[in-house]
């Protein structure tokens, strides 16, 4: 597929456990987002990666948020010690090259999210 | 801090109406502005995009307008359809990263 893939795309927990959601974006996308959607809001961004790097991480709400992205493509957001207010869909997106960060993001392209349940 | 407000955040429609929802932000140094829709349980797919140094944008029955000194854009949908039922979410971009409204929850019905 072309677009941004995330996986699962359902997950189901019980507070206090660890959770990682994987993104796989668009080849050759050298940036790549993560926010967080609650039911009735907006996506709130939570960090940023320009390759390898995380740009900005200013979004992450405490240190049980954690996310890598060890080889500039697929990342994975890691969430531990689980709590009910952690439940929420976690989005992913990319955008291509060029997108001088001097000049802003260009267009982003979203993934279908993954729904986190933390019971 | 940037703060994105969406008015109306829920709007029913018969088809064929003309539609026009905003968006404002406080933060006017932004370098774009883009426009999302997103249909229940899915993710978000992109609609527009106006740079800072752009007055509007159009694609199809889509106009979206863009006035930064006011804090505003407008996103115009013509003759609507009950295809076009979906949240739509306005985000200003500032730096590196895009923040959102809270959208506006869209239903066209026959």
């Known amino acids: 597929g072309a677009g941004v893939s995330q996986t699962p795309s359902n997950k189901v927990t019980e507070k206090g456990k660890y959770v990682e959601l994987r993104c796989d974006p668009i080849?050759?996308?050298?940036?790549l987002y993560w926010y967080r959607q609650s039911l009735g809001q907006g996506p709130e961004f939570l960090i940023y990666?320009?390759?390898?790097?995380?740009?900005?991480d200013s979004g992450l709400p405490n240190d049980r948020f954690f996310a890598v992205r060890p080889e500039g493509s697929v990342s994975t957001l890691k969430i531990q010690r689980t709590e009910r207010g952690d439940s929420a869909v976690y989005l992913c997106a990319s955008s291509y090259p060029g997108a001088a960060l001097t000049r802003g993001p260009g267009e982003l392209f979203f993934g279908e999210g993954s729904r986190l349940t933390v019971l | 801090k940037q703060e994105v407000t969406q008015i109306p955040a829920a709007l029913s429609v018969p088809e064929g109406e003309n539609l026009v929802l905003n968006c404002s932000f406080t933060?006017?140094?932004?370098?774009?502005l883009q426009w999302f829709r997103q249909d229940p349980g899915k993710g978000l797919t992109s609609l527009l995009l106006?740079?800072?140094?752009?007055r509007e944008q159009t694609s199809g029955r889509l106009n979206a307008s863009l006035d930064k000194s006011s804090g505003r854009s407008t996103l115009y949908i013509a003759a609507s359809q009950p295809g076009d039922s979906a949240t739509y979410l306005c985000?200003?971009?500032?730096?590196?990263?895009?923040?959102f409204g809270t959208g506006t929850r869209l239903q066209v019905f026959p």
């Open positions: 985000a200003a971009v500032n730096t590196d990263k895009l923040i």
């Open positions: 080849s050759g996308h050298t940036a």
């Open positions: 990666f320009q390759g390898t790097g995380a740009a900005d």
């Open positions: 106006i740079q800072s140094s752009q």
């Open positions: 933060d006017s140094a932004i370098y774009n």
